[in-house]
């Protein structure tokens, strides 16, 4: 390598393992991309979850390059201008009914952040200032802020960070891999887990809770689906005691499960949901949360001349961002991308489970375009089976994610037959042949 790779702190990654090996891409067309040596790499992950069209979309690199001419920023707070607006407007069309108002961010953690200081901030101004307390979910991953990783689940993102914020409870995680292994969809067993919230709730007081936030389908902790009727008892206890429900949709939004967002797709409605990742096809930083006119309104009151929320971004609907997100959503629309993931699920699932009995395989999840393989830990060296995997698969021309022993599959939605079976006779060489 001609760079010098010393001066880059890596983020989540092995930094003296790569260096030694890096990895480094140098350009990225459609489902595939190329390597520094030369090679294709098909994108089994849509980058990280986010660039749901695929790469190098003419729309959106037009739409960068024109806006960046015309106006390259504006300042956020007491100004705007029209692009802005017009993906307000768009995001609200594409979420559910009842969802009527958007907050840009410039990342899914900014945008947890924002969610759960809305929630907390609606309470008090609707009268509750005790309605503080924010319960999340064991092997959720809101991100990495304070506000994520204090309702985060996930161990190794907590531990090391001091003691976060006060306040917080979780609920139990949904995986039951003794019951539900091997199960296509969403899983029959686990409904229950939902109840530990009534508890949680008797044990602080209903007066005492502002919100409950979780990932619809969890990705990042290994793709853990909702069982049957979970999301449904979640709504109906929170809405029974007047406690808001955020749905992390970062992940799940634009189309992964084959709906513009899960809510859609489970048909539960939350308060709130926080996006980012799929907003601009990853091209451009951007978060946005999404709430209902409930709890926008509530902030509307007081004299005009007054800030009503004291939060926000110098990035907060930046022109070039804003741009990109309207050509994201348009080159989604066109191409009919999300009705392609959806069109796509069940040959998806087939080839998700046609890896069943391949060495160290314990169980395998699906749903949409979205899939997980868990493979059987290493006796003293959990992680290590499925970092080689990912090795493995990088060299053998396939871009994985894992987390844990888990590989998790994401690929972007205009994906087709042909490259979903080249990605599994790849992931399935990877797998015979590990250790
Ligand atoms: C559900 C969820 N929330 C939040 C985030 C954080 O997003 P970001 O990395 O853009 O801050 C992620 C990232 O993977 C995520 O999956």
Redesign the pocket.
């Known amino acids: 390598m001609e760079n010098d790779l010393r001066a880059f702190w890596m983020p989540f990654t092995a930094n003296r393992q790569f260096k030694k090996n890096p990895r480094m891409f140098v350009a990225a067309d459609g489902m595939y991309y190329q390597t520094s040596d030369g090679r294709q790499v098909l994108d089994g992950t849509a980058g990280?979850?986010c660039c749901n069209a695929g790469h190098n979309r003419p729309k959106i690199t037009e739409a960068i390059g024109k806006q960046a001419k015309e106006l390259d920023y504006a300042p956020a707070f007491q100004m705007g201008h029209s692009k802005v607006f017009e993906l307000a407007n768009r995001l609200v069309e594409l979420a559910p009914e009842g969802i009527d108002h958007a907050f840009f961010t410039n990342?899914?953690?900014?945008?947890?952040d924002t969610a759960l200081k809305i929630a907390i901030a609606y309470h008090r101004a609707n009268g509750e200032g005790q309605r503080t307390r924010l319960i999340g979910r064991e092997r959720g991953?809101?991100?990495?802020n304070f506000g994520?990783i204090s309702v985060g689940g996930i161990v190794n993102n907590r531990r090391f960070f001091g003691s976060l914020l006060n306040g917080v409870d979780h609920l139990p995680d949904t995986h039951i891999p003794e019951k539900n292994a091997f199960t296509r969809g969403q899983p029959e067993f686990g409904v229950e887990r939902a109840d530990a919230l009534e508890k949680i709730i008797a044990l602080h007081g209903a007066d005492t809770v502002a919100a409950v936030i979780v990932?619809p389908m969890a990705?990042?902790t290994g793709v853990l689906m909702p069982p049957k009727g979970y999301l449904e008892r979640l709504r109906e206890i929170t809405r029974k005691h007047g406690i808001l429900l955020i749905f992390?949709?970062?992940?799940t939004g634009f189309g992964r499960l084959g709906s513009n967002f899960a809510a859609q797709h489970f048909g539960v409605t939350p308060d709130l949901m926080?996006t980012?990742?799929g907003l601009t096809n990853g091209v451009i930083?951007m978060?946005a949360v999404l709430c209902s006119a409930k709890i926008h309104d509530v902030f509307m009151t007081g004299p005009e001349h007054l800030i009503e929320l004291f939060h926000g971004y110098t990035y907060s609907g930046n022109p070039i961002a804003s741009a990109a997100g309207l050509a994201t959503l348009e080159t989604y629309q066109d191409e009919g991308l999300f009705e392609n993931a959806a069109n796509l699920s069940s040959y998806w699932e087939d080839a998700m489970h046609s890896l069943r009995g391949l060495p160290h395989v314990i169980d395998i999840r699906n749903m949409g375009l979205i899939g997980a393989v868990e493979l059987e830990p290493m006796a003293d060296e959990p992680t290590k089976r499925a970092f080689q995997a990912f090795l493995d698969a990088y060299d053998q021309g396939l871009l994985i994610r894992t987390t844990g022993d888990i590989i998790a599959l994401s690929p972007p939605l205009m994906i087709n037959k042909q490259q979903i079976d080249e990605l599994f006779e790849t992931l399935s060489s990877v797998l015979k042949g590990l250790q």
């Open positions: 990280m979850w990342s899914g953690s900014e945008s947890v991953y809101h991100g990495v994520g990932e990705g990042s992390d949709e970062v992940i926080t980012a990742k930083p978060g």
